[in-house]
């Protein structure tokens, strides 16, 4: 099956400054890659997701760009503001025998904005 | 439009107890699939069922089963109770299958096992 890893766990970043999760994944037919941003107490919703046939995409102040030769994707929130605080995750498809079920996520990144 | 309804929102059951968990998906939604969120292994993939159907079911025990109906809504059941099952249930919609476009999250169901 499908292994997504997610890095930092936790990230602090001053306001204004710019933030990087990178995630990998294991599964070479996957070709889809969403982020979601939880807050606290709050249910997951999708902020960007790219498909395999582009490298980059951006909206407004994230973007996401993906590598795949090195199985890795990356979110990147520029200028930072208090409200982008939260934890996000990755995920990628899970795979099965009879194709690709579900989503795989990676375990989180809680992102701090210092004020 | 409304969004994904789950019910209920909170619930304590003990160790042996069985659960039952509902959700409403955003109406035209066909595939509705379930997580377990837990503070150490983040959302982990219980099941998808798409048209009635499951698609695929991740890596947890048979005491985790589900189904989905006609109109589809769907109901998680959670027999014989462990404490480790203590989580927030997320179910979410999607118009096509959970895994190539945007899944609508539910608030959850926040389950308590003592």
């Known amino acids: 099956g499908e292994n997504v890893e997610q890095h930092p766990s936790t990230l602090s970043v001053q306001e204004g400054d710019s933030a990087v999760i990178k995630c990998t994944y294991s599964?070479?037919?996957?070709?889809?890659f969403p982020w979601y941003k939880q807050e606290l107490g709050k249910r997951p919703q999708l902020i960007i997701d790219?498909?395999?046939?582009?490298g980059e995409k951006k909206d407004q102040r994230i973007a996401v760009t993906l590598n795949k030769t090195a199985k890795h994707f990356s979110l990147h929130i520029t200028e930072t503001q208090p409200e982008d605080s939260a934890v996000y995750f990755c995920?990628?498809?899970?795979?099965?025998?009879?194709?690709?079920?579900?989503?795989?996520f990676g375990k989180g990144t809680h992102l701090i904005i210092q004020p | 439009k409304a969004g994904v309804t789950q019910t209920p929102r909170y619930l304590i059951k003990t160790r042996g107890q069985q659960v039952t968990l509902s959700c409403s998906p955003i109406?035209?939604?066909?595939?509705v699939s379930w997580y377990q969120q837990t503070p150490g292994q983040g959302l982990q993939f219980l099941f998808e069922?798409?048209?009635?159907?499951?698609?695929n079911k991740g890596n947890f025990p048979g005491r985790f089963s589900g189904r989905q109906f006609s109109n589809s809504r769907s109901e998680m059941n959670v027999s014989t109770l462990e404490l480790g099952d203590s989580a927030l249930y997320l179910c979410?919609?999607?118009?096509?299958?959970?895994?190539?476009?945007?899944?609508?999250f539910g608030e959850g169901s926040r389950l308590t096992v003592l």
């Open positions: 979410a919609s999607s118009k096509g299958t959970g895994n190539t476009g945007e899944l609508f």
């Open positions: 599964d070479s037919a996957s070709n889809y």
């Open positions: 790219i498909r395999s046939n582009v």
């Open positions: 995920a990628a498809p899970r795979f099965s025998g009879g194709g690709a079920d579900g989503l795989t």
């Open positions: 109406s035209g939604h066909r595939s």
């Open positions: 069922y798409f048209s009635e159907t499951q698609r």
